[in-house]
């Protein structure tokens, strides 16, 4: 009886509060937000399961990580320096056809994983690919050389001059 009553209430109040803080609580934009996702998940599961955590503590505990993933979102947009501190800088792994091999050997990316993301883009030839980004949440962008203009998506990654 109390999983059925604490578990409705405990997530009610987290969807409440995911939809007050907004869509950047939950989005997938680094590594940071990941963590606070996964937090999220395990306290509502700690909530339902475990007897020693009264539902306030809970709720508290909920409120705590919504809070500090808004403050976090909040700081790195108005102070951009602070942002390095919690996103890694995306990486250029190929850049107009050429596979950056000391990028893919310092992000422990294989060529293979390369590969596989051009060929679920579409393409499936390198030389007809203007770039590859590892981004900061982890995804592989691949951008193909008809599409890259003038690189101006690529100002924020390091390399990638046009």
Same mark, same amino acid.
């Given at each position: 009886m109390?999983?059925?009553?604490? $578990?409705t ?8 509060l995911?939809?007050?803080? /907004?869509?950047?609580?939950? *989005? ?27 539902? *306030?503590?809970? @709720?508290?505990?909920? @409120? ?8 976090? *979102? ?10 390095s501190?919690?996103? *890694? ?6 850049h107009? /056809?050429?596979?950056? #091999? ?10 293979g ?8 883009? /579409?393409? $499936?030839?390198?030389?007809?690919v /203007? @770039?590859?980004?590892?981004?900061? #949440? $982890? ?5 193909t050389?008809?599409?890259?203009? #003038?690189?101006? @998506?690529?100002?924020?990654?390091? $390399?990638?001059?046009?």
């Amino acid at each position: 009886m109390r999983v059925l009553l604490v $578990g409705t209430a405990a997530y009610a109040f987290l969807v409440v509060l995911l939809r007050v803080s /907004g869509k950047r609580t939950l *989005a997938k934009l680094n590594a940071f937000d990941l963590v606070v996702t996964v937090a999220l998940g395990s306290t509502l599961a700690t909530i339902l399961l475990s007897t020693d955590v009264a539902w *306030a503590e809970g @709720a508290v505990a909920l @409120a705590l990580l919504v809070g500090l993933q808004f403050v976090v *979102a909040w700081a790195t947009t108005r102070w951009p320096s602070s942002r390095s501190a919690v996103t *890694a800088a995306p990486t250029l792994l190929l850049h107009r /056809g050429e596979v950056l #091999d000391d990028a893919l050997r310092a992000h422990r990316v294989s060529r293979g994983e390369l590969r596989q993301a051009v060929r679920a883009s /579409g393409s $499936g030839d390198l030389s007809q690919v /203007g @770039a590859v980004v590892l981004e900061s #949440d $982890g995804t592989l962008s691949v951008v193909t050389a008809s599409s890259l203009g #003038d690189a101006s @998506a690529l100002a924020d990654v390091p $390399g990638a001059k046009g």
